[in-house]
């Protein structure tokens, strides 16, 4: 495509490069000494010095092509009809291969979801996080979240396939089961799902499922190593402010909902009508119980060993601070991280139960092909106990109206409206030695103290 702002004009003669040079124009005028360093890298004017080095090109029979690349004669050749193989007369079911690209593709995209939690670990699982990380964290979670979208809308696709479609070929299957994918398994272990939160399969342990030792060892390193719920809780124990002298946010958060309960209890009291004001006392007390089950650490305890809560006492206050002031700067990308927490959360837990209804379409209540309950379990996981993430949907349960809303103090919202990005040692060498070479400063105005890097 040729550059809008530079033209040949007409030559007169077509003897040498500098006549080129010199007969174009930029935007109009002349400008050949403007025009020379840029067509010196096309091949006009006075050869550069500086060459580009360039790699060794492929032979031909290295080169790269969209079918290899991709390794299509692989992947399309893998969809193998039983119908096919088990009829005489070698007549397949047509919905057999929808069924096959189907279940095919959804492990495909767990692949990919699965390369993404590992990275976000890898993130969260650093002992500093600074405002740098949250691109890419917010990125690749909202990449996450837009697979989950496509996995639901998926299902719709075998919808299609009618009961009698799938009874066809449903005797083959067994006793193969969607219980059997591995990564899912392994989804739902790293994110933090825990075993004692799951519904027990077949009265059995799940891993049984499994009996490879290559498949019991994935599972075993995906529940010994940190989940991401673990790095999350870590990550949200730091919250800056939570041992700010200056504003020490959980103190004021709990007076604020002293000055609320009792807010609510004036105007409950204030009801001329007798039957509406005891509904309305009633109403202030649950608020009330409600509030203390989280001010109340030791109440807290007992329901995350029910595991009716997932995270620390502490780690809950931060993502509380974090909600109420998402508004300052550096609480936005944190505030997103978490809401697409509870996206993912929330899209896991549909694709559950469109998965039950497209069950119950296909078999009704028929015992599973790998001998499960069928659609009885599946109905089972679509509770809050597999809610990796459900304290944040439970946050909205500790929201005071903004009016109640301590105020944050200068000092907080400094600290609250800069990066926390630390500079490493490495960097700091850097650049002290850019500016010791530039002749900004003499070695002897080094300073030891340069190389350790002050913690917030």
Known sequence: MACPYARFLERDDDTSTSTATSKLTLNGSVNSDALHEILSLTGYGQPSSAKPELKRLPSSDELVTYGNYLQLNRLLDSQVLLSAKHDQNKNPVHDEHLFIIIHQTFELWFKQILWEIDSLRVIFGNKQIDESHMFVSINRLQRCVQI????????????????????????????????????????????????????????????????????????????????????????????????????????????????YIEYLQSNAQDEPNPTAREAALEDVKKTADTFRSLIDEKFHQQLVARSERRMSHRAFQGALMIM????????????????????????????????????????????????????????????????????????ASFLIPREFLPKLTTEMKMRLAVADIQPSVDDDKQEIEAHRISGQINEKDINEDDFHPVND
């Open 148 to 259: 989950w979208r496509l996995l639901c809308d998926q299902i719709i696709i075998l919808e299609t396939m009618t009961p009698l479609d799938f009874m066809e070929f449903r005797s083959y299957l067994s006793p193969a089961s969607g219980f059997q994918s591995l990564q899912f398994r392994l989804i739902e272990n790293k994110l933090g799902l825990t075993e004692k939160t799951r519904v027990t399969y077949n009265q059995i342990s799940y891993k049984n499922a499994f009996p490879s030792s290559r498949q019991q060892t994935e599972l075993t390193d995906s529940l010994e190593e940190p989940t991401l719920l673990m790095l999350i809780e870590r990550w949200l124990e730091r919250t800056p402010g939570l041992e700010d002298t200056s504003f020490c946010f959980w103190d004021r958060y709990k007076r604020a909902v002293a000055q």
């Open 324 to 395: 109420l002031y998402r508004e300052q700067p550096r609480f936005q990308g944190p505030y997103q991280v978490l809401s697409l927490l509870m996206d993912v959360d929330a899209l896991i837990t549909k694709w559950r139960y469109n998965h039950l209804i497209l069950v119950q379409r296909q078999i009704g209540n028929k015992q599973g092909t790998g001998g499960s309950a069928g659609y009885s379990y599946l109905r089972s996981t679509c509770s809050d106990r597999y809610k990796v993430f459900i304290d944040l949907f439970n946050l």
